[in-house]
C-alpha cells in the first residue's frame, strides 16, 4: 500500500517512528514533512496531505500533530478528504468501515505501542458499502 504521512513539530518523532513500522511491513511512504521538530504550521501538511491523497499520490493518509484535531481539520479543508481523527482502534476501525476515511489523524504524544495498533487496525479494516453508510457518506 502507498502511505502518505505528515505532521507538523509535536507529531514529528511519531511521524519517524510510524516511517519505519510502516516500511518494515513492506508499504511505499510518502514522507510530506515536516522535517524536524522545530516548530511548524499543521494547516500546511493538512492540506498537503488532503491534496495528496485528492490527486490519488497515495491510498491513504496519516496525519499527525499534538492532538491530532488542528491538522485533522486542516485535511477536511480539501474536497473529497474524510479523515478521522481518533484516540483508539475501535474509532480507527468504525472511521473506516462506516465513513469510508481516507485519512487517519492522531496525536503524536500517544504511545508508540498504542500507535500503531491503531493504524495497523485502520490500515486493515474495509470500506463497508452496505446502502445505510453510502447515503450518510454521500449527504
Not at 511491513?25 to 524536524?36: A, F, R, V
Amino acid at each position: 500500500m502507498k502511505i502518505a504521512i505528515a505532521s507538523d513539530h509535536r507529531g514529528y518523532n511519531m511521524k519517524q517512528e510510524l516511517i519505519t513500522y510502516l516500511k518494515k511491513q513492506n508499504h511505499e511512504i510518502i514522507d510530506l514533512g515536516t522535517t524536524s521538530t522545530e516548530s511548524a504550521d499543521y494547516p500546511k501538511y493538512g492540506i498537503l496531505l488532503g491534496e495528496t491523497i485528492k490527486n490519488h499520490q497515495a491510498d491513504i493518509g496519516i496525519a499527525l500533530c499534538g492532538t491530532g484535531i488542528g491538522i485533522s481539520i486542516a485535511c477536511n479543508k480539501v474536497k473529497g478528504i474524510i479523515c478521522a481523527k481518533v484516540s483508539n482502534t475501535k474509532e480507527a476501525r468504525l472511521a473506516r468501515e462506516h465513513n469510508h476515511a481516507n485519512i487517519i489523524a492522531i496525536s503524536g504524544e500517544m504511545p508508540k505501542l498504542k500507535t500503531k495498533k491503531i493504524i495497523q487496525t485502520f490500515l486493515t479494516a474495509q470500506e463497508n458499502n452496505q446502502e445505510k453508510y453510502v447515503k450518510r457518506i454521500n449527504q
